[in-house]
């Protein structure tokens, strides 16, 4: 089993910056891809960016050139920079870590979820 624990939410003005950090316990030779998603209230859960074992990230068109996905294995950490916030970017923020399951690699981990309030 994975524990993924979230901090660095909390409340920013538009143009502002934070800085998400997701740690990872437990089970963690079994974490290939390590991710952030978001949901906004009334809305689904969706994809902002993700990283894989060597390093490669995938971002959200949304976010492209505002966040910046990384992670340090030696800590079993993720981090997720933002940058130029937008009231829009406001949600609660959830790490995900991606493990094989049947054959097939599958965010199967999540944390609690960390929010984020951007003020315009």
């Known amino acids: 089993q994975v524990e993924l624990v979230e901090s660095g939410g909390g409340l920013v003005q538009a143009g502002g910056s934070l800085r998400l950090s997701c740690a990872a316990s437990g089970s963690v030779f079994a974490i290939n891809g390590m991710g952030w998603y978001r949901q906004a209230p009334g809305k689904q859960r969706e994809l902002v960016a993700t990283i894989s074992l060597g390093g490669y990230p995938n971002y959200a068109d949304s976010v492209k050139d505002r966040f910046t996905i990384s992670r340090d294995t030696a800590k079993n950490t993720a981090y997720l920079q933002m940058n130029n916030l937008k009231p829009e970017d406001t949600a609660v923020y959830y790490c995900?870590?991606?493990?094989?399951?049947?054959?097939?690699?599958?965010?199967?981990?999540w944390g609690q979820g960390t929010q984020v309030t951007v003020s315009s």
């Open positions: 995900a870590a991606e493990r094989l399951v049947g054959g097939q690699y599958q965010y199967d981990y």
